[in-house]
């Protein structure tokens, strides 16, 4: 089995061969042993280390990106990968993808927040620093039905600016988790019974050094890394599929389009592949 994970950044070699290796840390000892997990980026994007970056908050881009991450996943289909992973917390393209192509495509963010409700009824949040982070998550979270599952005043941003704290990871990983575990801590000690890490990312930085519980006051919290939840989800949907299972969630009103369709709305609207 191929699982293509597909991040919302410019493909670069020297990033996707970082992500890719921390991928397969994460994967390792979760997935199936003969399951396949490759890093894709975007043909059209920011880096992660431009100032750009903030511009994730703002609408129009997110509309260019939605469409460069269906781009992405519609080549993965055919390039013959049985699951889609969109690492973004935002989870954009997600939705339309599942009208045009027929393989499993799973986003980080309902899947991760879906999980950890299900651990506890108190759920906190860490998010990067970009502006309107904050805000963005709680509306995502209400519109995943998740609001009261979310521990009040329980969505806190990384104290670094995104772009810096990702260089710094880069070149630094465990000084990520020497940041994020005091926050991690905090959420705990609130009453949060576990913690999501609200980012592609660093969802793969932090899986990768297996930081996945923290212990306040003599109790053990869970911390949901979004990467291993989706990849084991989307494993699993891509095995149901094989079976003969219909798994395609589409949102009500889409409808799933042939290659053909898909290919004539791209051209008509002058997006090629």
């Not at 993808?97 to 499993?104: E, F, L, N, T």
Request: net charge negative; proline share 6%.
């Amino acid at each position: 089995m191929r699982i293509c994970v597909v991040n919302n950044v410019l493909d670069e070699k020297s990033s996707r061969l970082a992500m890719q290796g921390m991928l397969e840390e994460c994967a390792q000892g979760l997935l199936d042993p003969s399951t396949r997990v490759e890093v894709r980026g975007l043909a059209h994007a920011p880096s992660h280390l431009e100032a750009g970056v903030e511009f994730y908050r703002d609408s129009f881009f997110q509309l260019l990106s939605t469409v460069e991450i269906v781009r992405a996943i519609i080549r993965a289909a055919e390039e013959g990968f049985d699951a889609v992973v969109v690492n973004c917390f935002d989870d954009f393209g997600v939705e339309p993808a599942r009208s045009v192509v027929s393989i499993p495509v799973v986003g980080i963010g309902a899947s991760s927040l879906s999980f950890a409700a299900r651990l506890g009824r108190r759920v906190g949040l860490i998010v990067p620093n970009l502006p309107g982070q904050v805000a963005f998550a709680t509306r995502q979270i209400q519109d995943l039905g998740l609001t009261p599952t979310l521990l009040p005043g329980g969505i806190r941003a990384d104290a670094v600016p995104f772009a810096d704290a990702w260089r710094e990871a880069m070149g630094d990983p465990p000084a990520a988790i020497r940041r994020f575990d005091p926050v991690a801590r905090q959420l705990a000690a609130d009453g949060a019974t576990s913690v999501v890490f609200g980012c592609g990312g660093f969802s793969l930085v932090c899986g990768a050094q297996r930081f996945s519980q923290v212990e306040v006051g003599g109790s053990v919290v869970p911390v949901v890394i979004p990467i291993n939840v989706a990849l084991v989800q989307a494993e699993q949907l891509a095995r149901l599929r094989a079976g003969g299972q219909e798994v395609s969630a589409r949102t009500p009103g889409s409808f799933p389009h042939s290659p053909a369709t898909t290919r004539m709305l791209l051209e008509r609207f002058g997006i090629g592949l």
